[in-house]
């Protein structure tokens, strides 16, 4: 599914920059030769690499729920994608700031002079997680109640058998898709025949379906 993709791009995206240089931290005591302390994404933006883990774990919560609990799942998603929009937004709009990368980077003694820059691509690719990120948010607040959740091959005996019982009675599942292979041959071993309408005419027959 793109939706599944899309996570995945995002958990890649949020990853590889949670492990790129964001900022360069260069420090002088007026006594010594210069110092430079690079700061990766998850000492800058140490959300980085839980809301990975988080895209994962949406992932298999796509997979595993279905009709409302889809949508929850995507405004959840929605959310993760405007935490990680935070940090690089801020860091390209003020760009670094020296004081706190001074105590991000925990420098002993007391530097005289701080000068911090950062570097383009590890927040742009953060962005870019964050919008596949959004995008499937989307996408899963949008997805159909029939939509969603493990395939009917993954149901247990039971939920089949009652599956089966009411395609026996006539309830074709409208919510649940179409009538597959598997279905009718269920309701056979669960002692109902799928090619009657179920309740009677009145003479207590069953009518066939047309």
């Known amino acids: 599914m793109v939706r599944t993709l899309l996570l995945l791009v995002a958990a890649a995206a949020l990853w590889g920059s949670s492990r790129m240089t964001w900022v360069h931290l260069t420090s002088s005591d007026g006594k010594t030769l210069e110092r430079t302390t ?53 860091l390209l709009v003020s760009g670094a700031s020296a004081d706190r990368a001074a105590e991000l980077a925990e420098l002993s003694g007391h530097p005289e002079e701080l000068a911090a820059d950062y570097s383009l691509l590890p927040p742009l690719l953060a962005l870019l997680g964050a919008v596949a990120a959004f995008v499937a948010a989307a996408q ?60 009677g005419d009145g003479n207590g027959e069953s009518t066939p379906r047309s």
Do not use: N
Request: proline content about 7%; charged content about 20%; cysteine-free.
């Open 140 to 199: 899963l607040v949008r997805a159909p109640s029939s939509r969603g959740g493990l395939s009917s091959k993954y149901d247990s005996p039971a939920v089949r058998r009652e599956a089966a019982s009411k395609l026996g009675q006539g309830e074709i599942a409208g919510e649940d898709g179409p009538v597959t292979q598997r279905m009718l041959w269920d309701a056979l071993d669960a002692g109902e025949d799928p090619t009657v309408d179920g309740p």
């Open 38 to 90: 690079a700061l990766d994404g998850s000492t800058w933006a140490a959300a980085m690499t839980p809301l990975a883990l988080a895209m994962l774990a949406a992932v298999a919560a796509s997979f595993a729920v279905r009709g409302w609990a889809v949508r929850v799942v995507g405004v959840l998603v929605a959310l993760v994608a405007v935490a990680v929009a935070g940090p690089p937004v801020q």
